[in-house]
């Protein structure tokens, strides 16, 4: 699983040498192939302001989850990746076929009880991760931690 993980994540970033960073979806798709990809883009609203998940190819993006709900921030960490897996499903996917996880804290000392939450939600394998504290104004919608995903089918 690992191997597999690890050359999906080397197409993406040799995707990410092509032009704005669509080269390797260039050549794997033609024009009808992404429009076909684009109408996969899953909806929960009438009229949506984002995705909750596109898919190009194999890969699927998953959109930031927040918790918008009192609570400190263990509860908040279970309650997004609760939802990431909750869209990865959708997606057809897996918490184990994630490559990539960025994580937005609120705040940067929340650093390590997020961390364990997050332990083990991923499989032994976990995917590559960025954790970024948000600037003023915190995360949206008043969550303590948003979290947003890349994974394969």
């Known amino acids: 699983m690992q191997t597999h993980r690890r050359s999906v ?41 984002f995705a909750g998940n596109t898919k190009l190819g194999n890969l699927v993006f998953i959109a930031g989850k927040g918790a918008h709900f009192q609570g400190d921030i263990k509860a908040h960490t279970d309650h997004v990746l609760k939802e990431l897996e909750k869209e990865l499903i959708l997606a057809g996917s897996t918490m184990k076929k ?16 997020m961390n364990e939450v ?8 976990p995917p590559v991760r960025s954790t970024i504290a948000v600037a003023k104004g ?7 931690v948003e979290m947003d995903c890349i994974a394969y089918i």
């Open 9 to 49: 994540l080397k197409k993406i970033l040799a995707s990410l040498a092509g032009i704005a960073g669509v080269g390797f979806a260039a050549k794997a798709m033609d024009d009808t192939d992404a429009e076909k990809q684009a109408s996969n883009i899953v909806y929960d609203q009438e009229v949506p302001l």
């Open 98 to 113: 994630v490559l990539k996880v960025t994580v937005y804290l609120n705040d940067i000392a929340d650093y390590q009880a």
């Open 118 to 125: 997050y332990k083990g939600r991923f499989g032994d394998k």
């Open 138 to 144: 915190g995360v949206p919608g008043d969550s303590l």
